[in-house]
Each structure stands twice: as C-alpha cells, then as structure tokens.
C-alpha cells in the first residue's frame, strides 16, 4: 500500500541521521511474551530509523481500522537501499493473537479451500477504505487516494512451518509482486510479507525460499 507514499515518506526523511541494524533477527515483545521474529536473507531492519517507524504507525493506523487484529512489528527493506529514495523491494512481519490455538496444518487445510480472488476483493474494500482515512489523518488525501486492485492469490507452499502465498497486486500506479508467509505458533499468528515492483523482475520462487527459510528459524527459535 505505500508505492504512492514512498517519496513522501522519504524525501522528508533521507536528510534525517538514520539508525540501521544489519541483523537477521529482532527480539519482540508482544502479548505477554518475548519472540524471535527473523527477518529474510539480504534485507535490513529498518523499523527503528525515521522512516521504518512511520511506516509502522501509518500500517498500524490503518490496521486498527480494520477488521484484523494484527499489527505491524518490524519494518525491513533490502540492505542498501535505506537511504534511497525508492525502498523496494521491502517488507514487514506482522503478528496477531492465536486465540483458538489453531496448528499450522488446520489453517493450511482452511485456506486451502478458502483462498480465493473472491476473499481478496472482500479485503481490498476494507483496507482501501481504511487506508484513505489514514491518509486523510496524516493530510495526505489531497495528494493520494489508494485503489488496490488484486489478483487470483496462488499458494505456493504449504507445510508445517508456514503457508505462503504469492498475489500480484495493481494500486493504478504501481505494480507489486507480493509474497505472504503465514506462521501459527501456540499463541501467535505471524505474518512475513515480502513486496517488490514488477519493474524491478523479481524471482517469485526466491522470494518465497527466503520466507520458507524464515518461517523455519521462527519456529525453531520459539
């Protein structure tokens, strides 16, 4: 959802001393509990500099006027490209309450039946609205109006570390390839999502190997 905002995050921002964590991990706390959440091979955690952070509230302003519980954690974006004005390819680890302790293989069998494009316009209206009125919060409508537009999700890969899904996603401006890796932990739900332009050509397959890689360290390390 930010291809529109990018310069107007950015160019506010590039000037300002940033701080950049080349780690491959960030200790959350959330819910009570510390996590391990890992973050994919090649990017870095931007979720503590000036640009990371505003990115989290403006995903957790929107995500609060949704109907999901989840909120946005860690902010990253490929090592290199922090200070650039375009931070594709980026990405974000989300996490959400596990409240009926639902195991990886049920959800995977759950959405495998009920992922559809159909499902996807349902969320697209939601987070489109919500989106707008983020915008409007931050005196930015008159400049931006969001329209994501999605294609038919494919799951590309399912096992007892994650589901991961790819989706091609049209904001009427730029075209976005994205990657979601969903991991069911005992009490959390986590969400690593993973957007490149399709400027940009990027390999689906390796994408989604750096989420598969990912879900194995988070479980493993939890």
Do not use: H
């Not at 995050?9 to 701080?19: D, E, N, P, Q």
């Not at 959350?28 to 979720?47: A, Q």
């Not at 989290?56 to 109907?67: E, I, P, R, Y």
């Not at 979601?180 to 050509?201: F, H, R, T, W």
Request: glycine share 4%.
């Amino acid at each position: 959802m930010f291809s529109k905002i990018y310069k107007v995050l950015i160019i506010g921002l590039t000037f300002i001393s940033l701080f950049v964590s080349a780690n491959t991990s960030k200790e959350v706390f959330y819910k009570g509990n510390y996590y391990n959440l890992s973050i994919p091979e090649g990017f870095c955690d931007i979720t503590d500099n000036s640009t990371g952070r505003f990115m989290k509230n403006f995903l957790n302003d929107t995500l609060g006027k949704t109907q999901a519980s989840s909120t946005a954690e860690v902010i990253f974006t490929k090592c290199g490209n922090e200070n650039k004005l375009d931070i594709m390819p980026w990405g974000y680890i989300s996490m959400a309450k596990n409240s009926n302790n639902t195991t990886q293989e049920k959800f995977n069998k759950y959405a495998a039946r009920n992922l559809n494009e159909k499902l996807f316009n349902k969320v697209e209206d939601i987070v489109n609205t919500a989106a707008n009125k983020t915008l409007s919060e931050y005196d930015l409508s008159d400049s931006f109006e969001l329209k994501i537009d999605s294609g038919k999700p494919e799951i590309l890969w399912s096992d007892s570390y994650s589901l991961i899904v790819y989706v091609r996603m049209n904001d009427s401006e730029t075209l976005q390839d994205a990657i979601i890796a969903s991991i069911l932990l005992p009490k959390v739900q986590i969400g690593v999502n993973l957007y490149d332009d399709v400027k940009n050509n990027p390999n689906i397959l390796e994408m989604a190997s750096k989420l598969n890689q990912v879900a194995k360290k988070i479980v493993e390390s939890n």
